[in-house]
C-alpha cells in the first residue's frame, strides 16, 4: 500500500546534538512537507519542497535543515541551534496540492 | 496576513448531540479547504476538502462542511457525535503556493 513513512516514531536528542528524522514516500507525490506541532499552537511548516534538490523555509524554519536528493526521501536534521526542539514532527507529501498525505509522525524529547 | 482561525480551542458534547466546529480564514481568494482530524499520538486523517463546485461538502465519519464565501468561513458539522469522535480537529487551506496552513485546532470531548 502507498503511504508516507516516518521513523523513527519516539527519538531522544541530548543538549547540543544533531538529530535527523528520516520520510519517506511511496506516493509519487512530487512535494513534501515537515510540520512541527505544539500543544495549542497547531501545525507550523518547518520546509517544503517541491521538486527534487529544490526546497524552501517555511514559517519556523531556523535550527532545521533538510535534504530532498530523492524524490521519496525528505529527511530533517534538528540541530544544535534549535532551542527548543522538543515537540512532535509531521511530515507529509502531495500531489499538486490537491491531495495531502501525512504520515505518523515523530515524538522527538530533549534530554 | 494570510490566516486560519478556529475560535473555539476546546468543546465539550454529549453523545448523541449535535456538533459544528467553527473555521474562518483570511485570504484575497478563495483558498482549496481541509478539514482533519487527529486523534493523540497520531498523524492527520482527512475528513473532507472543498476545492470548487457545490458548497455543502459530504467527508468520511459523518460528517460535513459548507462553505460560505461570503462569511470566509468552512464550518464543520456532525448531526449526531458518537463517542470515537473525540479528538483534535484541523482546519486548513492551501493557496497557489500549494502549502498547506493549518488553524491552531479544537480540542473536541464527547460525554456519554
Known amino acids: 500500500d502507498g503511504g508516507i513513512t516516518q521513523s523513527p516514531k519516539y527519538l531522544f536528542r541530548k543538549e547540543g546534538q544533531n538529530v535527523t528524522l528520516s520520510c519517506e514516500q511511496n506516493l509519487n507525490h512530487d512535494a513534501m512537507y515537515w510540520y512541527r506541532q505544539d500543544p495549542g499552537q497547531g501545525l507550523r511548516l518547518i520546509y517544503y519542497?517541491?521538486?527534487?534538490?529544490?526546497?524552501q523555509k517555511g514559517d519556523i524554519a531556523e535550527g532545521y535543515s533538510v535534504s530532498r536528493e530523492k524524490k521519496e526521501s525528505f529527511p530533517l536534521t534538528v540541530t544544535s541551534a534549535q532551542k527548543n526542539p522538543t515537540a512532535f514532527y509531521l511530515c507529509a507529501s502531495s500531489s499538486q496540492g490537491f491531495g495531502y498525505t501525512f504520515g505518523s509522525g515523530t515524538r522527538l524529547t530533549v534530554v | 496576513a494570510q490566516s486560519v482561525t478556529q475560535p473555539d480551542i476546546h468543546i465539550t458534547v454529549s453523545e448523541g448531540a449535535s456538533l459544528e466546529l467553527r473555521c474562518n480564514y483570511s485570504y484575497g481568494a478563495t483558498p482549496y479547504l481541509f478539514w482533519y482530524v487527529q486523534s493523540p499520538g497520531q498523524g492527520l486523517q482527512l475528513l473532507l476538502k472543498?476545492?470548487?463546485?457545490?458548497?455543502l461538502v459530504q467527508g468520511i465519519k459523518g460528517f460535513e462542511a459548507e462553505f460560505k464565501r461570503s462569511q470566509s468561513s468552512f464550518n464543520l458539522r456532525k448531526p449526531s457525535v458518537h463517542w470515537s469522535d473525540a479528538a483534535e480537529y484541523f482546519c486548513?487551506?492551501?493557496?497557489?503556493?500549494?502549502?498547506?496552513?493549518f488553524g491552531t485546532g479544537t480540542r473536541l470531548q464527547v460525554f456519554p
Open positions: 486548513a487551506v492551501v493557496l497557489n503556493t500549494d502549502k498547506l496552513i
Open positions: 519542497s517541491q521538486i527534487v534538490n529544490d526546497f
Open positions: 472543498y476545492f470548487s463546485g457545490d458548497t
